[in-house]
């Protein structure tokens, strides 16, 4: 019977490879890790503490079983963690729950689901008109050894691995070619200039987009030369992000044409500095983050956009003004580059490094909180503008209308979002906005439904006497069918 649902599913709901053009108009809900976002009824371990560093009974199953409530935010795909078999021993850092230990990529692993399991949640993913993008590790493989036997390995021969050597930081051909991680866990570096990995990848990559229908992939690939990216991703015929952990933008940069985009860690550097609070509120540096964005990378519209992921602190954690995360939340969507929420900000979860930030999702019984309430508002209007008959809006680069040292005012298509990091307590302050828009022409605020006019010479004012709220201003000409504010 599974098999069939799988077979049917596949019939009706055909999947082609996803480009970039198809995913810039997607957001993601990010890292749908089996091991901490849902459990089957009755099953794995409720508690899951996270200083266990270990399984909780997460499948992909249980994944497909709670889709509804991230297909009900407005996500259109979801990102889920390695699917590949893992280093299975105990080690004093704990299991490795987190997919990250890959040691088999061709193999799936055992702890998530079975080939059929996996299958089935891209299936259902597909029914829903959503994407599958898969993390995947690539550029080194886990072992409890300086010298592992490599015969259980996806690369079996030593001269597709760089000998031993601890990375010195700061030293680039080191950071390339030297192990991550410690003599405890360490990271055999995969040798990527070795041609025969290139090809094996290749080789595998291909069968396993089929094989899953994946519409995409997140890649680790900052210790990798940029070029080794290309035809591995041109053999695996989707959308591919790398990660290029830094908030350096230049090296960011270099990576996108061998891969489709990058995370856009400079910009997440700068929605820190701009919007913590207590912080330094300096809305200086995000405006010139986004003015190098657009002079070095290829295409700002599919960066990816995020306040959180598995290797920085929840933001919840590093500020508690809830306004102060949904002033920075409507900048990543409503600027240029693909939205990424990770699981569990909708919560407002607050665990600060690894593995207090891996919490589990279920204690929060999937609640529609003012978070997620948000982000599903958000989500509906971004979709409404990037996904319309002969929509630019994605496309479209975002400008600075007005910029202070407490607010910001961007333009995208015609859209104006206007954010600030005073936080949530009230002010005997305003801004002032001009706009490009009409005296007299009616707009609205799509986040509180307020209607509003444009005043003369196109000026436009918020007023902060009730707390530091982002306002979203449309022409009420431009939202006609987006479902909001009716």
Sequence with gaps: MLTLFILLSLILYPVHAATAAQWRGRSIYQRVSPYRFALSANTGNPACSPADRTWCGGTWNSTREHLDYIQAAGFTAIWISPVNKNLEARTPYGDAYHGFWVTDVSQLNPHFGTAADLKQLSAELHRRGMYLMVDLVLNNVAATSTTPDYSGYFLKD???????????????????????GDTVVTLPDVNTENLSVSQAYQNWIRGFVDEFSIDGFRIDGKHVPANFWAPVCASAGVFCMGEVFGYDITEAASYQGPLDSVLNYPIYDALTQAFVLPGPQNMNTLVRVMNQSKQQYKDVSVLGNFL????????????????????????????????????????????????????????????????????????????????????????????????????????????????????????????????????????????????????????????????GRAVILVPLSNMQGSGLCG
């Design 158 to 180: 030593s001269s597709q691995y760089h000998p031993y050597c601890p990375i010195q930081w700061g030293n680039r051909t080191s950071e390339m070619d030297c192990w991550l």
């Design 308 to 467: 959180e992921n598995q290797d920085v602190p929840r933001w919840t954690n590093i500020s508690a003004d809830i306004q102060s995360m949904f002033n920075a939340m409507v900048f990543t969507f409503m600027s240029d580059g693909i939205p990424i929420v990770y699981y569990g900000q909708e919560q407002r979860l607050s665990g600060r490094v690894d593995p207090w930030n891996r919490e589990p999702l279920w204690p929060s019984n999937y609640a529609n909180t003012s978070t997620y309430a948000l982000i599903a508002k958000l989500n509906k209007f971004r979709n409404f503008l990037a996904n319309r008959a002969n929509s630019c809006w994605a496309t479209t680069q975002a400008k600075v209308l007005t910029q202070t040292s407490n607010e910001l005012a961007i333009m995208k298509g015609n859209v104006i979002s206007i954010m600030t990091n005073i936080g949530s307590s009230p002010s005997n302050t305003n801004v002032a906005v001009c706009t490009p828009w009409a005296s007299g022409t009616p707009t609205m605020d799509i986040l509180s439904c307020t209607p509003t006019t444009v005043g003369s010479n196109g000026m436009m004012t918020v007023n902060y006497s009730t707390g």
